[in-house]
């Protein structure tokens, strides 16, 4: 396995998703038949995916993210009755999550069919599930005719990938096929939701916020990061994290700029490069200092859309050290500060 990873040549697809190459597609579609690899986009992340039924192909996935085998996978599919075709129980509220928020960036928790390998689900009886938002990965999905397991197009733990170009600065000749339709919209992963346990438990913040999932089920909660039984990606304690050191500064307002300024400081005359992610109204306040500006700071789907580019962008700049404003914890800003939290931990 080691030597078929390393001796692959990643071949790259434009594809414009309002314009779709139906013939490059099912070039696509047929690698994901034949156990091969294709990073796609959908409206969250680069996926990084493989036939879902295959344990073969799905084994390469982890073996070119080098992800431990005890982080489940996503299975994205095209349709609520392929979702049926995967689950052994789907209950009546979670069905009524699927019919209002999919295609979307909601990924739920199911008891698993038996016809999902154990390598997906990391030997638990449950199965994460969506359909994603985004004309070319849905068209890669009904051209394969397989369920696609895909977690994010990137190596374990890092930064993960809202361009094509980012998933080849991780994963070029790890990967078979690579499906470029520029950068992704909503920029943070899917939301994960348990439907298994009641009330339903938020696993992982992401582009479906808590207040307008609980519109249609009022008790759904948010989970905690300490359950010893991880059911979904995105759970362990320190991930998403770029190269260089994350310092999240959590104190609000003027506080907060001063702390910033201090530590900035404080690191440059140790001689290191540093490196600030900020939001438009403070980032003169910045001067002297390499500045990344995720948005103005109430566009939180904005500054949800930036975050990662933005964090490889400082990378590439070799910085030493990157210290990030906090923001909105609400709505979109949840994810947002979750994926700081933990790129910091």
């Known amino acids: 396995m080691k030597k078929f990873i390393e001796n692959r040549r990643t071949k790259v697809i434009k594809i414009d998703p309002d314009n779709i190459d139906w013939k490059h597609l099912q070039e696509a579609g047929q690698a994901i038949r034949e156990g091969e690899l294709v990073a796609f986009p959908t409206e969250t992340v680069y996926g990084l995916g493989a036939d879902a039924l295959n344990k073969e192909a799905v084994l390469k996935i982890f073996m070119a993210k080098k992800r431990p085998f005890l982080d489940p996978l996503i299975v ?59 004309k070319v990965a849905l068209a890669l999905i009904q051209e394969a005719q397989r369920p696609i397991a895909a977690p994010s197009a990137n190596i374990f733990s890092y930064t993960s990938p809202t361009r094509a170009q980012h998933v080849l600065s991780d ?43 609980r519109e249609v089920i009022p008790d759904i909660i948010i989970g905690s990061d300490h359950a010893i039984i991880k059911k979904s990606p995105g759970m362990l304690k320190k991930h998403y994290s770029p190269k260089a ?40 306040k910045y001067s002297g200092f390499l500045v990344k500006i995720l948005g103005e700071a109430e566009d939180l789907e904005s500054c949800a859309r930036h975050l990662y580019s933005h964090l490889r962008a400082l990378d590439n700049e070799k910085c030493d050290i990157i210290i990030s404003e906090n923001f909105s914890d609400r709505g979109l800003g949840r994810a947002i500060m979750d994926r700081l939290r933990k790129a910091s931990g």
């Open 171 to 213: 994963l070029k000749d790890r990967v078979d096929i690579v499906l470029d339709s520029g950068e992704t919209k909503i920029g943070v992963e899917s939301t994960v939701l348990d439907v298994t346990v009641k009330p339903f438990k938020i696993l992982r913040l992401g582009g479906a916020t808590w207040e307008s999932l």
């Open 245 to 284: 050191k994350l310092i999240l500064v959590e104190d609000k307002g003027e506080e907060m700029v001063k702390r910033i300024q201090m530590l900035a400081q404080l690191y440059k005359s140790e001689g290191k490069q540093v490196g600030i992610l900020s939001c438009q109204g403070n980032s003169e």
């Open 76 to 134: 994205h599919v095209g349709n609520m009755a392929e979702a049926n075709c995967l689950v052994d129980v789907f209950p009546a509220d979670a069905k009524k999550l699927g019919e209002l928020f999919w295609p979307g960036p909601l990924t739920m928790v199911l008891k698993k069919s038996k016809i999902i390998p154990d390598i997906v689900t990391s030997k638990l009886d449950t199965v994460a599930i969506r359909i994603p938002n985004h």
